[in-house]
């Protein structure tokens, strides 16, 4: 996307990045900070959080907050104590990036492992569903709040061998549209789905291990429509599927 981004385009705004310690997540936070915003980096390590929360700060933008959190053992009442700390410092959240997620295995449905499978449903819906729900007050209290799930092309249409990562993917995908309608007249805030496309990213690798990285975009080249998104030019595009590619 050939978007040319004003400088201050995020400026005064708070945004939540999930998966912020690293790949895509980790471009998308300190993407963000750069243009202005007040990044909250919520991860499963801390360390790496640290890490861009220290870039972030070196390189003079506004000071990111911290939120170590593994999704995959957080329950709703953790996510609820989550949005009152948030609410009680920031009192408000213009912006909600849905990053974080497991690939599983990809094999057969009937070979999968149970356990497994209830994992990458908790990473990739259950804990999407409960961190969106205790969050749309926050976003409500936004003038123009942006709401985005990602997703990829499985997500849109379940392939053979994807497992749990398809059908977590598509359930999501049916979230946020349902989310878009529910808001559209009743709120300042618009929800739509990214898919980021074939990316060189550690989960890409996973999934195509005899693949070429250096064939594959940069994270970095898909910020233009990151940051469209997360800015005022996308007021108004509200239940879009916004593919990269």
Do not use: C
């Amino acid at each position: 996307m050939d978007y040319q981004a004003p400088q201050d385009l995020l400026a005064n705004k708070v945004i939540l990045v999930t998966g912020a310690g690293a790949g895509i997540g980790r471009v998308a936070a300190t993407t963000f900070a750069r243009y202005g915003a007040t990044v909250i980096l919520l991860g499963r390590t801390t360390a790496k959080l640290e890490q861009v929360y220290d870039e972030i700060v070196a390189a003079g933008y506004p000071e990111p907050g911290l939120a170590p959190m593994d999704l995959a053992g957080a329950s709703s009442d953790d996510m609820r104590q989550f949005a009152e700390v948030l609410e009680n410092t920031y009192g408000r959240l213009d912006g909600l990036l849905h990053n974080a997620a497991l690939l599983g295995e990809r094999i057969p449905v009937e070979h999968y492992d149970i356990s497994k499978w209830m994992t990458v449903m908790q990473v990739n819906f259950n804990a999407v569903f409960m961190l969106t729900r205790q969050l749309l007050p926050l976003l409500r209290q936004s003038a123009a709040a942006s709401l985005v799930f990602t997703s990829s092309s499985v997500g849109a249409e379940p392939k053979a061998y994807w497992g749990a990562y398809a059908v977590s993917k598509y359930a999501m995908e049916g979230l946020a549209k349902l989310l878009a309608e529910e808001l559209e007249n009743t709120s300042p805030v618009r929800v739509n789905i990214l898919n980021p496309g074939a990316t060189r990213t550690r989960m890409r690798a996973q999934a195509y291990p005899n693949e070429n990285p250096a064939t594959l975009k940069s994270a970095d080249s898909l910020m233009p429509l990151y940051l469209y998104l997360m800015g005022d030019a996308s007021i108004g595009v509200n239940g879009q599927t916004l593919v990269a590619d």
